[in-house]
T-cell receptor
Framework: AQTVTQSQPEMSVQEAETVTLSCTYD???????LFWYKQPPSRQMILVIR??????QNATENRFSVNFQKAAKSFSLKISDSQLGDTAMYFC???????????FGAGTRLTVKP | NAGVTQTPKFQVLKTGQSMTLQCAQD?????MYWYRQDPGMGLRLIYY???????DKGEVPNGYNVSRLNKREFSLRLESAAPSQTSVYFC?????????????FGPGTRLTVT
């Protein structure tokens, strides 16, 4: 079974600074997808960014980017120019290609301080 | 376009009572999911339905049943609620044949069993 580990239960960052959230995963698969979801206090799960394992180029979405290290099974999320609205729980998730079973990490609670 | 909707938003049950959580999506997705979210554990998959007419167990299916009523609707039933089922429940949907694969989530149902 795939496991996803987020080793930082809580983090904080000053507004406008950069923060990196860590995620590692364990799998024997070669084709899979990785995701970062954001869960603000409203509880709604919002997709932040996704990465296809077959792509070597790291995904970016505006202020959000990932550092995908396939050999190391690492998938970290970098948030640049942090904003107060980035305060949320962040979940890393793994899904095998053509499979419905998505596995989530335990989450990292990020607080952006003014 | 409402996306994924869930009812109710909140529910309190006594031990042994039964209830059904409702979920509907209007994105014409084939696959639908039920998760539970507990503090410190991220989201765990209870059941999923890869397509209309099929359902499969996820990571934590015990104590639950599901029905894929049609392509739009996927319900989760607790036949005899237990305090261990106190949790926040999320429904999600996606199209695994699509390039993106990400799951779209409903707003969640907070269930308390006393």
């Amino acid at each position: 079974a795939q496991t996803v580990t987020q080793s930082q239960p809580e983090m904080s960052v000053q507004e406008a600074e950069t923060v990196t959230l860590s995620c590692t995963y364990d799998t024997s698969e070669n084709n899979y997808y990785l995701f970062w979801y954001k869960q603000p206090p409203s509880r709604q799960m919002i997709l932040v960014i996704r990465q296809e394992a077959y792509k070597q180029q790291n995904a970016t979405e505006n202020r959000f980017s990932v550092n995908f290290q396939k050999a190391a099974k690492s998938f970290s999320l970098k948030i640049s120019d942090s904003q107060l609205g980035d305060t949320a729980m962040y979940f890393c998730a793994f899904m095998k290609s053509n499979n419905n079973d998505m596995r989530f990490g335990a989450g990292t609670r990020l607080t952006v301080k003014p | 376009n409402a996306g994924v909707t869930q009812t109710p938003k909140f529910q309190v049950l006594k031990t042994g009572q039964s209830m059904t959580l409702q979920c509907a999506q209007d994105m014409n997705h084939n696959s639908m999911y039920w998760y539970r979210q507990d503090p410190g554990m991220g989201l765990r998959l209870i059941y999923y339905s890869a397509s209309e007419g099929t359902t499969d167990k996820g990571e934590v299916p015990n104590g639950y049943n599901v029905s894929r009523l049609n392509k739009r609707e996927f319900s989760l039933r607790l036949e005899s609620a237990a305090p261990s089922q106190t949790s926040v429940y999320f429904c999600a949907s996606n199209e695994i044949r699509a390039a993106a694969y990400e799951q779209y989530f409903g707003p969640g149902t907070r269930l308390t069993v006393t």
